[in-house]
C-alpha cells in the first residue's frame, strides 16, 4: 500500500533577526532570539522572523505561525505559507515573516506552529523591559512601575 500523504514532522523552529540565502541553496540564520529586550512599552518590532523545517512528510501542507499574546488568547500575528513533501526523505524550510507587531506588555508570549491545523508546537517567547545603561556618575534611572495584567 502506498500512502497518498503522510503528516511532516517539525524539525525546528526558530525565533530569528534574519535568514539569507547562500548562493549554493544553503540558509543562514542571523541572530537567534532567546528572550525579546526592549527599553520601554509599547514599542514596534519591524520584523519578526520564525525559521520552521519540516521533514519526514509525504504530500501537499499548510503551515500556520501564530504569535500569542500573554493572555494565551489573542493573535497578535498569523502567517500561512502552502508547502509540497514530493518524498518523505526529503525536507522543506519556510520562513515566517510578521512586520510591524506592537508589544504592550512585558510576560511569555507564544509562538505556535500548526500544519494543516494540527499543532505541531507551542513554545514560550519572553518579552522583559530592561532599561538602558546609564554613564558613569549617572543618577539610576526609576524602574517602570509595574503595568498590571491586561484582562480578556
Known amino acids: 500500500m502506498n500512502p497518498t500523504r503522510i503528516l511532516p514532522d517539525l524539525q525546528c523552529s526558530l525565533l530569528v533577526e534574519d535568514v539569507r540565502q547562500e548562493i549554493n541553496g544553503n540558509m543562514i540564520l542571523l541572530g537567534v532570539v532567546n528572550a525579546i529586550r526592549v527599553p520601554q512599552l509599547p514599542i514596534t518590532a519591524p520584523r519578526l522572523m520564525f525559521?520552521?523545517?519540516w521533514t519526514?512528510?509525504?504530500g501537499r501542507f499548510k503551515e500556520t505561525m501564530r504569535l500569542i499574546a500573554p493572555d494565551q488568547n489573542t493573535?497578535?500575528?498569523k502567517c500561512e505559507v502552502g508547502f509540497e513533501l514530493p518524498?518523505?526523505?526529503v525536507h522543506a524550510m519556510n520562513v515566517?515573516?510578521?512586520?510591524?507587531?506592537?508589544?504592550?506588555?512585558p510576560g511569555v508570549y507564544f509562538a505556535e506552529v500548526l500544519v494543516d491545523d494540527v499543532m505541531k508546537i507551542r513554545y514560550p517567547i519572553?518579552?522583559?523591559?530592561v532599561p538602558p545603561p546609564q554613564p558613569p556618575g549617572a543618577p539610576p534611572a526609576k524602574a517602570a512601575?509595574?503595568?498590571p495584567p491586561q484582562s480578556a
Open 56 to 58: 519526514a512528510g509525504f
Open 96 to 105: 515566517a515573516v510578521f512586520g510591524n507587531v506592537t508589544f504592550n506588555t
Open 51 to 53: 525559521f520552521n523545517r
Open 145 to 147: 512601575p509595574p503595568q
Open 75 to 77: 493573535v497578535m500575528g
Open 126 to 129: 519572553h518579552l522583559a523591559v
Open 87 to 89: 518524498d518523505p526523505a
